[in-house]
């Protein structure tokens, strides 16, 4: 009897991890979703109108004639922690190219959380708060991290939805400048 339950309990389990790897596949390859991705591609960008941490207006006309990466995140995201490493590496390779900006958007944070983190990990690139969400609605994101690769125009050339490594950034960048 012993037996039949531990064989039964393996069974059922072997079954629910099958369906959740064939769901996961599924998922990956559902057309809808690559549609959301891009669905912003080709398009101008949404109109900006935020406060840096230091207080400084950042909008849409600040950002025109750079080749912008805009990174939604906040401080308590764990895939935005794990891509921080990327997002630094991007920052200090263009640290002066004055053709090239970088700015972290945050959302759903405090701005007292947002300025220890910045500290703590030592960010340098422009970071703007949406305190009401109105950018990140603007721009669809459906959660954190995404990041948008915009031309001196102001049109969007790229979206990562997810965490973003080095060359994820590169690649967006190539499009915003037309590579």
Known sequence: MKY??????????????????????QVGNDPRIAATKSQLVGQPAPELSLRALDGTAVDTNT???KAV????????CIPCR????????????YRDDPGVALVGIVRDDSTRAIKAYVKAEGIDWV??????????????????PETFALDANGLITGAQIGPTTLRDLESLLGSAQGR
């Open 4 to 25: 039949s339950a531990r064989w039964i309990a393996l069974s059922v389990g072997a079954v629910v991890v099958g369906l959740g790897i064939v769901l996961a596949m």
């Open 63 to 65: 950002l025109l004639g």
């Open 69 to 76: 990466i805009v990174n939604f995140w906040n401080s308590w």
């Open 82 to 93: 794990n891509e921080l490493p990327a997002l630094k590496e991007f920052a200090n390779r």
């Open 127 to 144: 970071i703007v708060t949406d305190p009401d969400s109105r950018a990140a609605l603007d721009f669809a994101t459906r959660g954190q």
